[in-house]
């Protein structure tokens, strides 16, 4: 019989970053507004050995991204609560609470909450990154005021991220 390669994902022998045990309460953690979302960071890229990154986030109705690309990292989204509608590779999707869909890198992607109260999903990226453009963008836009389209482009751009259209919300 063979001897299993240090490459085999399932024997744990090859070499990946080592984890640190975490736990968050419901509402803990750091949260941060990216835009129209208020995005609760559940593993950031430093604790998950950049591995990936791992969020909850809260979008208000009419709210959601622009429609964009992402060069670097692949997109995992799984709805918790509430109605999105999504747009991946020009083919648009209703998300009800337990739908899942994945927006691998490259592809052109967008949602929004088509709903009439707040919603939430679970979003996951693989690899990690994308957690430091959220802090940075959140950092970036006066509350209140709108967001200034050229600097988020040049926020996330550094991430590989590129905006290629306007949000299906609208805002």
Same mark, same amino acid.
């Given at each position: 019989?063979?001897?299993?390669?240090?490459?085999?994902?399932?024997?744990?022998?090859?070499?990946?970053?080592?984890?640190?045990?975490?736990?968050?309460?419901?509402?803990?953690?750091?949260?941060?507004?990216?835009?129209?979302?208020?995005?609760?960071?559940?593993?950031?890229?430093?604790?998950?050995?950049?591995?990936?990154?791992?969020?909850?986030?809260?979008?208000?109705?009419?709210?959601?991204?622009?429609?964009?690309?992402?060069?670097?990292?692949?997109?995992?989204?799984?709805?918790?609560?509430?109605?999105?509608?999504?747009?991946?590779? /020009? *083919?648009? #999707?209703?998300?009800?609470?337990?739908? =899942? @869909?994945?927006? %691998?890198? $490259?592809?052109?992607?967008?949602?929004?909450?088509?709903?009439?109260?707040?919603?939430?999903?679970?979003?996951?990226?693989?690899?990690?990154?994308?957690?430091?453009?959220?802090?940075?963008?959140?950092?970036?836009?006066?509350?209140?005021?709108?967001?200034?389209?050229?600097?988020? /482009? *040049?926020? #996330?751009?550094?991430?590989?991220?590129? =905006? @290629?259209?306007? %949000?299906? $919300?609208?805002?």
């Amino acid at each position: 019989m063979s001897k299993p390669s240090d490459s085999n994902a399932h024997t744990g022998t090859h070499s990946r970053p080592v984890l640190t045990p975490r736990f968050l309460g419901p509402g803990e953690g750091e949260q941060v507004q990216v835009v129209t979302d208020l995005v609760r960071i559940l593993a950031d890229t430093a604790s998950t050995g950049g591995m990936c990154n791992i969020f909850e986030s809260r979008t208000m109705p009419g709210g959601g991204p622009p429609l964009h690309r992402h060069s670097v990292d692949d997109e995992f989204f799984f709805i918790l609560h509430g109605r999105f509608e999504f747009v991946l590779d /020009g *083919r648009r #999707f209703v998300a009800d609470p337990g739908a =899942f @869909l994945v927006a %691998p890198r $490259g592809s052109t992607h967008t949602f929004t909450n088509a709903g009439s109260g707040p919603g939430r999903m679970l979003v996951i990226t693989m690899p990690g990154g994308l957690d430091g453009p959220f802090r940075e963008a959140a950092t970036a836009v006066v509350p209140q005021a709108a967001p200034d389209p050229a600097v988020l /482009g *040049r926020i #996330f751009g550094r991430h590989g991220i590129e =905006f @290629l259209g306007p %949000p299906l $919300g609208g805002h």
